[in-house]
């Protein structure tokens, strides 16, 4: 019955194991990819370099990886501001969606008149003010009446998509172009709203991303030198100490959870001032930016900084996917590679804190 | 007369650091209910967990009917006929009754024949006078019916041999009778029952024979028709012992009250009163030990004055200023020092690094951070003669806490709480589970402070430390404090009467 080996905790887990486990994990899911690429008859290395290629070397494929990447950088950094306080707010889809409409309503009314840069600005705060408005309904329930916050912050996401849904198909509102009659869509953001893209080294990087690092950065601040993050780090490793110090838990909950939901409503906002330029209701819910930011954050280990890496990663793998497809590579091969690093990727976390022990060695220990 | 039912020889049961058995000798008559007699940390529920094959035996031999058994794991012990029936419920709520009876029992047919198992569960509970419906969900009943659920689920596993682990803490006095109606009907039939308890009262009532443990090893075993509440005080808390006072250098007899309780009320964390009026005061420099057995409200009380609980009547005064109730950062700013019960899961942050933990009471001061960033290199410093001062073993002030031993522990806990300059400290088991020479280190910390004029409540069950260190004692039972004396005036006896719900004038 008993299984030959077994996890043990680690008690302590080495730094370098941080680096060499992400990257065995990768590793190993290349391998098995290429097993199940020599089934269906396809060289690997040629498709492993087509990947590369199209993903992250040539120029053009930066410029989109990073255009991909934007939107999982912010729902990355989202759902891992609260899960590292023990908040599991999956609630990044709905919050990206309300910041977007936010932004738009900024865009729309003072796009006209009002300088560029505060335009720009403005376009940002609103984006964050209503994600974080959106998100802290989750925080306080959760944190006054102990809801699960998986379920309310779930159930938000539907209602997010449902006001989408009703601001753009269903009704005549301030977002939608009354031109637009046979196929309803969002009224267009004046050209002088459109936020600006820099050439780096040849790429053109979006506002956005710039947006996405300096936060990531703001958050590492917080987590490694603040009171906040001192906080948090206390209430996630022991409630009962942060009860015993009177840290107030319940507002930090509803604090963090409003952070978190800005992040993602800045990234919403970047949809609409980036890329669309219109509160595009079926563009925002085609992708589920907020659902892959969880898989972003965990990859991530919670970290802002990795988070941006790992959208990168991500946002470059889903562009050389949709290179790949074609009459000689079926989309279900892509998702399945996909699939493989990211099944990897997930089951190696597991081995920076545990670690696999022989069963037959310490059932003699046991019995002695 | 009659037949032995257990009979534990020698059992020798280590764990790091402590030794939990220590040459154990225990035998079990049939039909007889056996009460196993001793102050927490005496080696109960050790011998518990290993007589229903929970923990093996490092030493010594376990026989059942006369033949020598060894068991592998609980469910092998109940197959040989013993069942626990545990302080803490192991019930599903949402099942009903029965449901929860025939569940994990290896006989239970795939399709399980609802009918069938309700008569038979309805029955079994008739007999043995337990009212409960087999058809009721769990979480609809009181504590006590769901007791008489865990006795039915061992019962209906054939158990011949019952254990009950503290089984009145939970119930009414009119449930406890219940219970031991119960328990009577069971040995009528030849069952055995054994029965953890440290209240003397309900021991002298319910049992046959008493074996009475302490520090691990057993004093006696007595029939409870020869012996006396008292006299099992005695063998409880152990009168030979002796122990020699600390010496203070400023005995603390001060007229200045820095701490204050009056009337306070409070609840646990099920919403059940635990603190009953609680009135005590601590002078400048005295230190006031509260004995009492675990779960008496000590916890409560502790917690109540740090601030992490709210009362629910009373006044609380740290030098005659009441204190924010229920606000932690208040008592701390009023000069309330806490070393909990649990050091490292409510007193520290385990995970978190020694030099954080140190940080945990002042990093909001403008000494360790400013505009909220915290000044990492001070909180380093600050750590680093925090090490140098309280001698605390550790590779560095990054190393997370939980890494340390329990004696170094401790001292980091203890270093946070003396840097705070309290004036009052209050202090629960501060040496449980320390090895001799950290209970030494604590213990002169303890004095230190009480001379240079900190009030300290020291809340503890261990006797010998309270007598050895406390100016003043005051006794816990049931949420009250039921004495207040000298402790130069007091005696083991006395206060193991005390602690076992005896009133003054009885003990006396």
Known sequence: MKSPVRLERRLEQP???????????????????????????????????????????????????????TPLAFT?????????????????????????????????????????????IVMVLAGMLFGAMYASIVGILRSQFNTNEIITSLMMNYIAGIILNYLIFNSRSYWRDPRSIGFPSGKPLEKRTHWPTYEIFGTSVSFGFLLAVAAAI??????????????????????????????????????????????????????????????????????????????????????????????????????????????????????????????????????????????????????A | MAESAVRMTGVVKRFPGVVANDGVNFEVMKGEVHALLGENGAGKSTLSNILTGLYRPDEGTIELDGSTVSFGSPRSALDAGIGMVHQHFRLVEPFTVAENVILGNPETPFVIDTGSTVERVAELAKRYDMAVDPNAKIWQLSVGEQQRVEILKVLYRGARVLILDEPTAVLTPIEAEALFKTLRAMTAEGRTVIFISHKLDEVMSVSDRITVLRSGRTVGTVATKDTST??????????????????????????????????????????????????????????????????????????????????????????????????????????????????????????????DNMALKNYR????????????????????????????????????????????????????EFSTNPKVLVAASPTRGLDVGAIETVRERLVEAADNGVGILLISEDLEEIMSLADRIVVMYEGRLVADMPATGATREQLGLLMGGATLEASR
Request: net charge positive; hydrophobic share 45%.
């Open chain 2, 365 to 416: 001061t403008p000494l360790l951070s400013r505009f909220g960033l915290l000044k990492r290199n001070i909180i380093t410093t600050q750590a680093d003669d925090l090490v140098m001062k309280y001698d605390v073993k550790t590779p560095d002030t990054g190393t997370p806490v939980r890494l340390l031993s329990g004696g170094n522990v401790q001292k980091v806990l203890l270093a946070r």
């Open chain 2, 230 to 355: 008292r006299e099992l005080a005695g063998m409880m808390v152990g009168r030979s012992v002796e122990f020699s006072r600390a010496v203070r250098r400023n005995p603390g007899v001060s007229s200045d009250v820095v701490l204050s309780l009056t009337d306070v009320n409070c609840n646990d964390d099920r919403g059940r009163q635990a603190l009953h009026g609680v009135n005590v005061t601590v002078g400048r420099g005295e230190i006031v030990g509260v004995a009492g057995v675990a779960g008496n409200g000590q916890r409560e009380l502790a917690e109540v004055i740090a601030g992490m609980r709210s009362s629910t009547g009373g006044r609380i005064a740290i030098e005659d200023k009441p204190v924010l109730n229920g606000r932690a950062r208040a008592a701390i700013a009023g000069g309330v020092a806490h070393v909990p019960e649990d050091r490292l899961h409510t007193g520290l942050a385990a995970g978190h690094s020694v030099e």
């Open chain 1, 76 to 120: 990355g950094m989202c759902a891992a501001a609260a899960f590292r306080l023990g908040v599991i707010n999956i609630g990044g889809e709905g919050q990206l969606y309300v910041g977007a409409v936010g932004a738009a309503l900024v865009g729309l009314w003072i796009g006209g008149s009002a300088p560029v840069g505060i335009t720009i």
């Open chain 1, 218 to 367: 703001v958050l590492w601040v917080i987590y490694k030198r603040s009171r906040l993050g001192f906080e948090i780090g206390i209430i996630a490793d022991s409630p009962r100490a942060a009860r015993y110090v009177g840290i107030r838990t319940k507002w930090t909950i509803v604090a963090v959870t409003a952070m978190s939901g800005a992040l993602a409503g800045i990234g919403g906002a970047s949809q609409v001032g980036d890329f669309a330029h219109y509160l595009d209701a079926k563009g925002l819910q085609l992708n589920n930016f907020g659902y892959t930011g969880i898989v972003v954050a965990a990859l991530a280990r919670l970290n802002p900084l990795g988070a941006i890496v790992v959208a990168v990663l991500l946002g470059g793998l889903t562009n050389a996917g949709y290179s790949l497809q074609g009459p000689d590579f079926p989309s279900g091969l892509v998702g399945t590679l996909q699939g493989l690093i990211l099944f990897t990727a997930v089951a190696g976390e597991i081995l920076t804190k545990y670690r696999l022990r022989s069963n037959r060695n310490t059932a003699k220990a046991v019995a």
């Open chain 1, 15 to 69: 730094r370098w194991l941080n680096w060499a486990i992400p990257v065995i994990s990768l590793l190993g899911a290349l391998v098995v990819g290429a097993v199940v690429l020599l089934a269906t008859g396809k060289n690997p290395l040629d498709v492993y370099w087509r990947i590369l290629d199209r993903g992250f070397l040539s120029q053009r494929a930066i410029t989109g990886t990073l255009r991909t990447a």
